[in-house]
């Protein structure tokens, strides 16, 4: 079991992989449904089930709310259940033959819920203008991101970093250096969530793990460039810019800034002489840029509490009985019970 961050808040917006996945998966079970309504406890459960049947699978999390699921891909089986609502939302592109929509509003008392019309578009109102006010805050860290990189790329010997890189990929391929393959994804390993910048890795256990002993912009240099060729690998993106690749891997290997409890087994990469003291003439746009993202944090928490507000009213028109049946039958078309 992997987890993972399919979407993502940038410096730009919103940014998500989650069309390329559904794309590659046999069969899709697109879950709708307002808040509240069960989607997240539905692939939960799928999850679990999962783990109990010893199937492999990955769990993707919700940049909004890291404790909620936004999508379940069960490796094994070619399934992949997800969250079809905004902001990831999307329709059956193959309804009865790969896409199953999956509708949790039909738990829903519309009658009951709208009584609470003017609580609930009051409650969305202040997520929204709370998520458009923390995406100014990561434009803003995005713009000092860009100026750190240009200061470093001053001092740092660069192409230095990419030979360092590009004999890494020669050793990991056996000299035969390709680009990118039909094997290759994207997705965020760490997110910026209403809970800080949360990582996961898991999605390091069994693999070969080098760590790289750099500043970020040297991290960010030495994997873009190991990324092109050594091709068939999936792309960790840098969360405040998905144009950035900041960790590389595939079956039997990972590149990485950052390999958490991984630390201490993993192999150094050393990139210091090459950057010399350019992580340190960088530390005044560093430190803005950190600023902004924290500042965004506590604007994606507010877009949380509005959420968790709004989901009391959904909860309280839900028949959870018919959430339940609903999830039992996904369930069923799953695994066969």
Request: glycine fraction near 10%; aromatic fraction near 10%.
């Amino acid at each position: 079991m992997e987890r993972f961050f399919l979407g993502g808040n940038t410096g730009s917006g919103f940014a998500g992989y989650y069309t390329g996945e559904r794309e590659r998966a046999d069969r899709v079970f697109l879950i709708k449904g307002g808040p509240g309504t069960g989607k997240s406890s539905l692939m939960k459960k799928i999850g679990k089930n999962c783990a109990e049947r010893g199937l492999d699978h990955e769990l993707w999390y919700c940049s909004g709310d890291p404790s909620s699921l936004d999508g379940v891909l069960i490796k094994e089986l070619g399934v992949l259940v997800t969250d079809a609502t905004a902001p990831h939302a999307t329709e059956a592109r193959l309804p009865g033959l790969r896409d199953c929509l999956v509708d949790m509003g039909q738990a829903l008392n519309g009658k009951k819920l709208r009584m609470r019309r003017e609580e609930i578009e009051k409650l969305l109102n202040v997520k929204k203008s709370s998520y458009n006010h923390a995406y100014e805050h990561l434009n803003r860290a995005l713009s000092y991101n860009k100026k750190k990189f240009a200061a470093y790329s001053e001092i740092a010997d660069v192409a230095a970093i990419r030979r360092e890189a590009a004999i890494f990929a020669l050793r990991m391929t056996d000299g035969c250096v390709g680009g990118e393959g039909s094997g290759s994804r994207d997705l965020f390993t760490r997110a910026i969530t209403s809970e800080g910048v949360v990582g996961f890795f898991d999605y390091l256990v069994g693999k070969r793990v080098f760590r790289l002993k750099a500043s970020e912009s040297g991290v960010q240099i030495f994997c873009g460039t190991a990324a092109e060729l050594v091709g068939n690998v999936t792309r960790a993106r840098f969360p405040l810019c998905p144009d950035i690749t900041e960790g590389i891997f595939n079956g039997a290997f990972a590149v990485t800034g950052d390999a958490g409890v991984f630390e201490t087994a993993a192999d150094v990469i050393d990139l210091s002489e090459a950057e010399g003291n350019a992580a340190f003439a960088c530390e005044f746009y560093r430190s803005r840029e950190q600023e902004e993202i924290a500042y965004a944090i506590k604007d994606f928490a507010a877009a949380r509490n509005a959420h968790a507000e709004t989901e009391k009213y959904f909860v309280e028109a839900m028949d959870f009985g018919i959430a339940d049946e609903l999830a039992e039958d996904v369930s069923r078309m799953i695994f066969g019970q």
